[in-house]
């Protein structure tokens, strides 16, 4: 009989943070299942960057801040 484990995932906000999102997602990546970006905005690649490395994006057209 296999045991079923719950699945984990990471959720990070983001509004142009193209020179660090790359480290943050790979190294979510090492402690989770899935990791989802959540793209605020951004005017920079930091969506396609997150996409590239797998992580699911979700994008707000325009920047919504905190609480959005």
Known sequence: MTEKRPV???CIPAFNEEATITPVVLLAQRYV???FVCNDGS???TGPL???LGAVVV???TNLGFGG
């Open 50 to 52: 997150a996409e590239a």
């Open 59 to 61: 994008l707000h057209e």
């Open 8 to 10: 984990v995932a990471a």
């Open 43 to 45: 005017t920079d690649m």
């Open 33 to 35: 299942d899935q990791v």
